[in-house]
C-alpha cells in the first residue's frame, strides 16, 4: 500500500514534468533551456521508477494510467528532436504503419461501416426513385448513364494529366475526412456517409441502365486500394474525435495531441495506396484491357494489400506511439546530458 507521505512528496517531481511539457508547447524541445532539458530527463528518470513502486498496489491504477500517460508525452517530447533518417522511411512502412493500422483497427471498421451502410442506402433508394439519382447525380450524368455511355472515357486521350488530377483529389479528399475529426468527428462522418450515398447512387442508376458490369470493372481496379485508403483515414479523423471527446485523465489537448499524432502516421501510411491507385485509375481502369484481367488486377492488388497490413504486427516498443512505457527505460542521447 502507497502511503500518503510518499505521494505527497512525489507529486510536485510530476507536476514538474506537466509543466515543462506545457511550456515546451508546438517549438518542442527548443523551447527549453540546456538546464531545464537535463531536469526534465531527470525527472523523466524518477518518475519512471516511481511508475514501477505504483503498478505494484492494485489500489492505484488510475495513478498509474496518469503516470504512464505522463512519461508517454514526456517520451514524444524529447524524441522530437531527433534527426529524421532516410531509413526512418522504409522502417515506417515496415513497421510503424502496420502497428498503428492493427492498434487502430476498429476506427477503421467504423468507418468502413458508415460507407457501406449509407452506400446499401442509396442503392435502394436509387433502385426505386430514378428521380432521386437526378437529384444527386445531376442532369448530365444521367443523361449520359441513359445513352449507356462511360463518363471516364474522356480519361483515356489524356491519360498522365487525369492520373495526376486523380491522385490530387483522392488525396484532397483523404485528407479532408482526416481533418474534420476535429469537428468532433462530424464533418468525417459526413464525408464517409456522403461518398457512400454517392457511389450508391451511381450503382443503382447504373444497375437500372444495365451498366453494373462496366461500372464495376472500372471501379474494382483501383478501387481495392482508393477505398481502403478513405477507410482508413476516415479511421484516424474518428480517432482524432475520440481524443477531443474522451481525453480520460489527460488535458484534452494533450489527449488530442496524442490520438492526433496516431492519426496522422495512419494517414502518411495511405500515400504509397492513393499514388498507385491514382496512376490506374488513370491508364488502367478506362482502358479497354479485358474485364478479366481488371479483375486479376483487382485480386492480386487487395490480396498484396491484405498480406501487409494485416500480417503479424511488430511486437510493441516502448518507443510505440500508444504510449505504453516502459519504466527503466530512458533514451539515451538525453540521458548523456543528465
Known amino acids: 500500500m502507497i502511503s500518503n507521505n510518499w505521494l505527497q512528496k512525489r507529486r510536485p517531481y510530476w507536476a514538474r514534468i506537466d509543466e515543462l511539457l506545457a511550456r515546451s508547447g508546438r517549438s518542442g524541445v527548443r523551447a ?46 524529447i524524441y522530437m528532436g531527433r534527426r529524421s533518417r532516410p531509413a526512418g522511411i522504409i522502417k515506417f512502412y515496415r513497421e510503424t504503419f502496420p502497428q498503428i493500422f492493427h492498434e487502430t483497427l476498429p476506427y477503421t471498421l467504423l468507418a468502413t461501416a458508415i460507407f457501406f451502410a449509407t452506400a446499401a442506402a442509396g442503392l435502394m433508394v436509387a433502385i426505386t426513385d430514378p428521380g432521386f439519382q437526378r437529384y444527386i447525380l445531376g442532369p448530365e450524368m444521367m443523361d449520359t448513364i441513359a445513352k449507356q455511355q462511360m463518363w471516364t472515357h474522356s480519361i483515356v486521350t489524356v491519360k498522365p494529366l487525369a492520373s495526376s488530377a486523380i491522385m490530387t483529389n483522392n488525396l484532397a479528399v483523404s485528407l479532408t475526412t482526416f481533418a474534420l475529426g476535429i469537428t468532433a468527428g462530424i464533418g468525417t462522418v459526413y464525408m464517409l456517409a456522403f461518398n457512400g450515398l454517392l457511389f450508391g447512387v451511381i450503382s443503382g442508376a447504373c444497375w437500372r441502365a444495365g451498366m453494373l458490369g462496366q461500372l464495376m470493372s472500372f471501379v474494382a481496379p483501383h478501387g481495392v486500394l482508393e477505398l481502403p485508403a478513405i477507410f482508413i483515414s476516415g479511421g484516424a479523423g474518428l480517432l482524432m474525435a475520440k481524443g477531443l471527446l474522451f481525453p480520460g485523465t489527460l488535458p484534452r489537448s494533450a489527449s488530442v495531441a496524442r490520438e492526433g499524432a496516431r492519426a496522422v502516421r495512419l494517414v502518411l501510411g495511405i500515400i504509397p495506396m492513393l499514388i498507385v491507385a491514382g496512376t490506374i485509375e488513370g491508364f488502367v481502369s478506362p482502358s479497354e484491357l479485358a474485364v478479366r484481367w481488371k479483375y486479376t488486377l483487382a485480386a492480386g492488388l487487395f490480396g498484396l494489400l491484405l498480406l501487409y497490413v494485416m500480417r503479424k504486427a511488430p511486437a510493441a516498443s516502448p518507443k510505440a506511439v500508444s504510449g505504453e512505457v516502459v519504466p527503466s527505460e530512458i533514451p539515451k542521447d538525453v540521458a548523456a546530458t543528465i
Do not use: K, M, V
Open 32 to 77: 527549453l533551456t540546456h538546464t531545464e532539458l537535463q531536469e526534465l530527463a531527470l525527472l523523466y528518470r524518477q518518475t519512471a521508477s516511481d511508475l514501477a513502486t505504483i503498478r505494484e498496489d492494485a489500489s492505484s491504477r488510475n495513478l498509474a494510467h496518469y503516470l504512464n500517460q505522463l512519461l508517454g508525452r514526456a517520451h514524444n517530447l
